[in-house]
Every structure is written in structure tokens, then in C-alpha cells.
């Protein structure tokens, strides 16, 4: 039994949505969210900068003596999850692997569709990760900048926004895809207005699910659960002055999120 927390880790909002589904896996589990939102946003940047960013929050949150750490970003997997894992004592969990594999499990034709930053399609990790277990499977990526943009500003409906996930996902569409990868954490936040745009014409993975497995199933494995009494502690840090971060927060996780502690990377 173990109850120092666990470390979640993104460079904004996104990873509340695999917070979340962490929540719904291990209640009682103690958590420590970390939002570089004042680096926010990382999919452009180059990846080597991302990893130094990554570098830094883990060091960060292995200060506050966490027992494993999620990085539930998928840029930040891309530049920094190998290494990581080299180089912490504790567990390390990413989320590209976890959305690959549910990808390969559930398409039927083969098709599947992966919308993401520039830095994660630049890099092929999905289609690295998915041809590893099927090598038949086509994929098709598309990068989902502007929609990133609009759910870390706090707008997850509206008109303007429609319009930008339909011209994101026209490419997509002409390719007969049945599945989509979420492979942006922030995505799953506006996975109802995906759906909808695209007519529910193929089904939406998001990876904060199975990622939240792949965490209990390890906390199991390596004798690290919270007790079973442990009322949560959910601790939540963000780098910018002034974001929308508590907002958009509260909006998707209620009464988990009481206040949002402001702290400085130094870079
Ligand atoms: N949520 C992050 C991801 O999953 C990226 C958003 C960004 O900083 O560009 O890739």
C-alpha cells in the first residue's frame, strides 16, 4: 500500500481528461496535476524543446514525491517517454501506446484516422505503434492545431468551432476511416461536437481510457495502491499568470478541482 500520489502531466487542460478517467479507475488515489500552460502550446514547438519542458515537470513532480507518472500528453510522449522511463526510479505511462492499441482492436476495416498536433503526426508514432501490432492497418492523420487553441481558450461549442473540426477532419472523411484517434488529450473534450460534425460516421478513441486502465493495472502490479479508505487529495499547478485553466477545470471535472496553485518552471 502506497499513498504518495500520482503525477499527471500536460501542457494545458488536456490532460484533465485523462485526470478524469483516472478518477473513475482509482478513486481513492491521491493526485498531482501539472499544466505547463504558460509553455501551452507544444504541438508546434520542436520536439527537443518539448522534451526539456517534460524534463522539467517531472522534476517538478517527483519533488512533491509522487509513486508514478503520467504524461498525459501525447507531444510530450512523443519527445520524452523513452527516456523518461530510462531515467525515473517510478513508473512512467504515456498515452500513445494505449490509444494504438485500442485503435488496432476496434477498427474493422482497417482504416483508422488520427487527429493530432504538428510535433505528434510529424513524428509517425501512432503509425509506428499501430503497424507494430497490425501491420495491415492504413493510417490517415490529420493536425488539429486550431482545435487545440479553442478548447485551452475554454470554448468547447460554438458555430466558429464546428466550423474548424469539419475543415480538420474533411481530409479524413474521403478515406472511409471507421476509427478516429483522439491523439490530442484535449480532444476527448470535445468529443460530443466531433461526433456530430462528422454524422457519427466512425467511432472516437479516446486514450485517457485506456491509459487509466494501464495505470491501475501497473499501481496492482507493482504493489503501489492507495489505501482503500484514502479519501483523494487532488492537487492541481499551472505556469501561466492568467489562463483559463481553473474554468475550463471546473467545467469538466466539478468539484475535483477547488483551486489551481500558480508555479514557475525554471527553463
Ligand atoms: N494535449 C497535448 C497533446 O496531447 C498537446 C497540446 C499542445 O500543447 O499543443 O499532444
Do not use: W
Not at 487542460?13 to 482509482?26: C, N, P
Not at 524534463?55 to 509513486?67: C, T
Not at 487529495?233 to 499551472?238: A, K, L
Not at 475535483?256 to 508555479?263: H, S
Amino acid at each position: 500500500m502506497d499513498n504518495r500520489p500520482i503525477g499527471i502531466f500536460d501542457s494545458g487542460v488536456g490532460g484533465l481528461t485523462v485526470l478524469r478517467e483516472i478518477i473513475k479507475e482509482v478513486p481513492n488515489e491521491n493526485t498531482v496535476y501539472f499544466g505547463d500552460t504558460e509553455r501551452f502550446p507544444y504541438g508546434p514547438k520542436d520536439l527537443r524543446d518539448v522534451r526539456d519542458f517534460v524534463f522539467k515537470a517531472a522534476e517538478f513532480l517527483e519533488k512533491k514525491d509522487i509513486k508514478m507518472l503520467v504524461i498525459a500528453c501525447n507531444t510530450g510522449s512523443v519527445a520524452a517517454l523513452k527516456k523518461l522511463k530510462q531515467t525515473l526510479k517510478i513508473p512512467v505511462i504515456g498515452v500513445i501506446e494505449p490509444g494504438a492499441r485500442t485503435a488496432v482492436s476496434n477498427t474493422k476495416n482497417k482504416r483508422v484516422g488520427v487527429i493530432a498536433t504538428k510535433g505528434t503526426v510529424g513524428s509517425g508514432a501512432y503509425e509506428k505503434e499501430i503497424k507494430k501490432i497490425d501491420p495491415q492497418i492504413e493510417i490517415f492523420s490529420v493536425i488539429g492545431s486550431i482545435l487545440i487553441e479553442y478548447i485551452e481558450k475554454g470554448i468547447l461549442t460554438g458555430e466558429n468551432l464546428n466550423e474548424n473540426i469539419k475543415s480538420c477532419l474533411k481530409p479524413l472523411l474521403k478515406h472511409n476511416i471507421d476509427v478516429l484517434v483522439l491523439g490530442c488529450t484535449h480532444f476527448p473534450l470535445i468529443e460530443r461536437q466531433i461526433l456530430e460534425v462528422s454524422s457519427n460516421d466512425f467511432e472516437v478513441i479516446n486514450s485517457a481510457v485506456e491509459t487509466a486502465k494501464d495505470v491501475k493495472k501497473l499501481l496492482i502490479e507493482k504493489n503501489l495502491l492507495a489505501r482503500q479508505e484514502n479519501k483523494a487529495n487532488r492537487i492541481f499547478y499551472e505556469t501561466a499568470l492568467e489562463g483559463n485553466f481553473f474554468k475550463t477545470g471546473k467545467m469538466f471535472l466539478g468539484s475535483e478541482i477547488k483551486e489551481v496553485i500558480r508555479t514557475k518552471l525554471e527553463i
